[in-house]
């Protein structure tokens, strides 16, 4: 069994976007900490929070998977934008303690012209002044596609960063097949390997939660451009076989696929039905 959900707005709270995903049928859902486009942190309603919990709890939800906003970057070539990268960070997971228990996913960064081992080192120290032992949040780092300068674009890159952090049993990683699709690692025919991969290089326990994308672009493209399940170049049999997989079982999928609710409501019906051949 897997956990499926989809991008829900917080706008009108915590508790209303756990009504709105059960309403859609899911079973976990991402939310943005703030603006994803940057902006000011607002401030929490505890109550709601605490509402929330029950909600998940009484609902038998699995973990719910946070997303970090898209202006972060910990290895900008800029310290004004890496301090505040740096800040939001520390803020949003000072905010996600209040909901005890669950994932938040960053993209790791794009070093710009520095390098991968700058760019790994920057987000090393990063992660460094935010981890520590008692949180009860795990941190995922999110495999990206390779667009540009971006970091994370292999196993290898991750592990590198993982392998910088002290607190290594508060992080974790988030695949997103559109990204590791688009860079270059063949889950239509080899879903096998590229698990294996993973398995061997950090290890597929460090596998917390997977975002659950078709691709507009054939592997290898490092575009990263989303499309709705079935309609890409990665395809139904393929999705359905990661949902399927026993390496994968007992996390959240998440969609982020080009869709409103209506569309959303279908692909989790679809997801659920893939599941039920998995049984
Ligand atoms: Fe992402
Ligand atoms: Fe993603
Ligand atoms: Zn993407």
Redesign the pocket.
């Known amino acids: 069994m897997i956990y499926i959900g989809n991008h829900v707005s917080i706008s009108k709270g915590y508790e209303a976007m756990g009504l709105m995903e059960e309403k859609l049928g899911g079973t976990t859902f991402a939310f943005f900490t703030r603006n994803p486009r940057g902006g000011k942190s607002t401030a929490v309603d505890t109550e709601d929070v605490k509402k929330l919990q029950k909600f998940l709890e009484e609902k038998k939800f699995g973990p719910l998977v946070a997303?970090a906003p898209?202006t972060m970057n910990l290895c900008s070539a800029k310290e004004d934008v890496r301090e505040f990268g740096l800040q939001m960070l520390k803020e949003d997971l000072e905010k996600m303690e209040l909901l005890p228990g669950q994932f938040f996913?960053?993209?790791p960064g794009s070093h710009l012209k520095q390098g991968y081992e700058a760019g790994r080192d920057m987000i090393v120290d990063a992660l460094n002044q935010v981890l520590y032992p008692e949180m009860t949040t795990t941190v995922l780092l999110?495999t990206m596609a390779g667009k540009g300068s971006e970091v994370g674009r292999n196993f290898t890159e991750l592990k590198g960063i993982m392998d910088g952090v002290t607190c290594k049993e508060k992080l974790g990683v988030?695949l997103?097949t559109c990204?590791v699709w688009e860079a270059g690692y063949d889950i239509v025919t080899s879903l096998d390997k590229v698990l294996e991969e993973f398995d061997r290089i950090i290890g597929i326990d460090r596998l917390k939660a997977l975002?659950l994308n078709d691709s507009k672009n054939p592997m290898g493209a490092a575009k990263d451009r989303h499309e709705k399940l079935g309609l890409g170049c990665i395809g139904k049999e393929a999705l359905m076989r990661v949902v399927q997989h026993p390496m994968l079982q007992g996390r959240p999928f998440i969609l982020?696929t080009p869709n409103d609710d209506a569309g959303y409501k279908d692909e989790i019906a679809m997801v659920k039905q893939w599941m039920k051949k998995e049984e």
């Open positions: 997303h898209y996913n960053f993209h999110e988030c997103d990204h975002h982020e």
